[in-house]
């Protein structure tokens, strides 16, 4: 859990499955320490979406 979602379970679920996309480029299943975080990045989070 992180700071953004502590006590909140809610919001925790989602994100868990949420898509992350750092400047438009897909985050996927990388390990955290691969992915860039630049100073200025947009972070982006997709929550899942219905439909089909």
Partial sequence: MTKITAD???LA???RRS???VNGD???RRE???VSLP???VVEILP???GG
Avoid: I
Wanted: net charge negative; glycine share 10%.
């Fill in 39 to 41: 100073e200025g990045a």
């Fill in 48 to 50: 899942p979406f219905a």
């Fill in 8 to 10: 909140r379970e809610e």
């Fill in 32 to 34: 955290h320490s691969a």
């Fill in 13 to 15: 679920r989602v994100v």
């Fill in 26 to 28: 897909p985050v996927g």
């Fill in 19 to 21: 898509s992350f996309l």
